[in-house]
């Protein structure tokens, strides 16, 4: 049974939603089957050592890693796989480190589902809660991100292996080799192209400042993405540092675990209110912000990480309803010491006493700081590289970005000396300045997938097109198959009413 039906010109009734996802999964077979065109697979195989090789992996589970899968998968490119180092459910953010009780993120925003309506979010949400479950729907819970995520994968039939850790990258030929750790021992794969689809954090590494790290015993201190045992900061007395929407997640999980007292501190002399973000989820700037010029993308995005992202309202009073919560502007800590088991903090607004610290000051953008990326980082071109800006426009931050070509693929430092960067396409925080809202972020997954998609797609194909032309010449397949004149002559088929 399905609850709701639309009647067309024809007064037939047809199904509008969903209700359960055993229904919701017929629904979505059908519609990957009429929109299955062109049918078949086109990319030649090739094998090395025995071993088939991929034309695409994909580093990273989550849901870029899948959005792009899905895409490929689409566009007949099936010979891929997706690796992720975590258990299956627990990729990305979401059910791990990410404490905010939603999204952030609207919910009418498209996922990774490639324009197939039965694979939105919404048909998911609603073929389990109904129309009225969804109206009623504030912002979706990150649990149910994640759960959306999960069955996502598994109606899709994506390929995914778990339990897989790239630790590095390197050229082999016009091949790129990937070494794999796995449970079962180090493992290689060869692979025409590469996606780092590894998160926010995948153009570098999350930051915590050396003259906390070098001061603080590791047992007293932890950022806001690593694992945090809240249970055990219950009655204690909590330093955090950092204005941005984790820092306030994380200061609000310790205050709901019972924290003594939770002291937010940031160099700002005032909380940033206005969210970018919001303006930039628009089909303009999400579709074609990457094919501006340089300075119009610096500009852009040097003013949008200028006005920073302020927590969400609902954010903020999850903290600010508790008496034991403050924040404090203007308050950089300056020195970090250690008396006894107390950490003491110098700001510039006097000394402040606490029995742990959690840090929220974000990620450095350094792609050799990735392990994975180690081996081909030096080749790899940043913005300092390609782009001088204008005097009194510089950015120390956007200029250690890298800087990318127009499907996310890195760029060669000197030219000539790296050719297989083009083969690494960078979908993370890190592809920002370059492409706008895109790696790593819900908002603009729609665009960001679609491009890197059909990038992906036009490299493959071009890189083989005398095969193809090969396979052109070599077709001899008859339509035509007789030239007698047959016993019966059938009329041609009568076209079939418009509705």
């Not at 925003?109 to 009225?132: C, F, N």
């Not at 997938?449 to 992906?456: I, S």
Request: hydrophobic share 40%; glycine share 10%; aromatic share 10%.
């Amino acid at each position: 049974m399905m609850d709701g039906t639309q009647t067309t010109a024809m007064g037939i009734a047809t199904p509008l939603i969903a209700t359960s996802l055993q229904e919701l999964d017929v629904i979505v077979r059908r519609d990957l089957a009429y929109t299955g065109y062109p049918a078949h697979p086109w990319v030649p195989k090739r094998e090395k050592d025995g071993q088939r090789v991929l034309d695409v992996a994909i580093i990273g589970a989550g849901q870029g890693g899948l959005g792009i899968a899905f895409g490929l998968m689409r566009e007949k490119i099936v010979n891929i796989e997706v690796f992720d180092r975590n258990d299956e459910g627990r990729e990305g953010p979401w059910v791990t480190f990410a404490r905010m009780i939603t999204l952030r993120t609207p919910k009418h925003v498209t996922g990774p589902d490639y324009g197939i309506p039965s694979l939105t979010p919404r048909a998911w949400y609603e073929a389990q809660h109904g129309a009225e479950g969804w109206e009623h729907l504030g912002k979706i819970p990150r649990g149910t991100w994640q759960a959306y995520l999960n069955w996502f994968r598994g109606v899709t039939g994506i390929p995914v292996s778990n339990h897989a850790d790239v630790t590095e990258i390197k050229p082999d030929g016009d091949l790129l080799r990937l070494t794999l750790k796995t449970p079962n021992g180090t493992i290689y794969r060869h692979t025409r192209k590469v996606v780092l689809a590894t998160g926010i954090d995948g153009s570098g590494r999350w930051h915590i400042p050396a003259h906390i790290r070098d001061a603080v015993p590791a047992t007293q201190f932890a950022h806001t993405a690593q694992h945090i045992d809240f249970t055990a900061l219950a009655g204690k007395r909590i330093g955090v540092l950092g204005a941005g929407a984790s820092a306030f997640d994380n200061a609000a999980t310790a205050l709901e675990a019972g924290a003594a007292s939770v002291d937010l501190c940031l160099r700002r002399r005032a909380l940033p209110t206005i969210n970018p973000y919001r303006w930039m989820e628009s089909a303009g700037f999400l579709g074609h912000y990457a094919e501006m010029p340089d300075l119009l993308r610096w500009r852009f995005i040097r003013h949008i990480f200028e006005l920073n992202q302020p927590p969400p309202q609902d954010t903020f009073w999850r903290c600010r309803k508790h008496e034991n919560f403050r924040h404090h502007t203007g308050c950089p800590w300056n020195h970090v010491a250690m008396d006894g088991q107390e950490i003491v903090i110098t700001t510039p607004k006097g000394e402040m006493r606490f029995d742990f610290l959690i840090i929220g000051t974000g990620f450095q953008i350094d792609v050799g700081l990735r392990p994975e990326l180690a081996t081909i980082a030096p080749h790899v071109a940043t913005w300092a590289d390609r782009f001088t800006p204008p005097q009194g426009e510089n950015s120390a931050l956007l200029a250690g970005h890298p800087y990318l070509g127009d499907a996310f693929q890195f760029t060669e430092k000197t030219a000539g000396t790296a050719p297989y960067l083009a083969n690494i396409h960078n979908f993370t925080f890190g592809a920002t300045p370059s492409m706008g809202l895109s790696g790593a972020s819900i908002s603009g997954m729609k665009y960001g997938v679609r491009r890197l998609v059909a990038g992906l797609a036009r490299d493959l194909y071009v890189a083989d097109a005398e095969t193809h032309l090969a396979s052109l010449v070599a077709y001899d397949t008859p339509e035509l198959v007789s030239t007698e004149r047959p016993d019966v002559i059938e009329p041609d088929p009568a076209p079939s009413p418009m509705v």
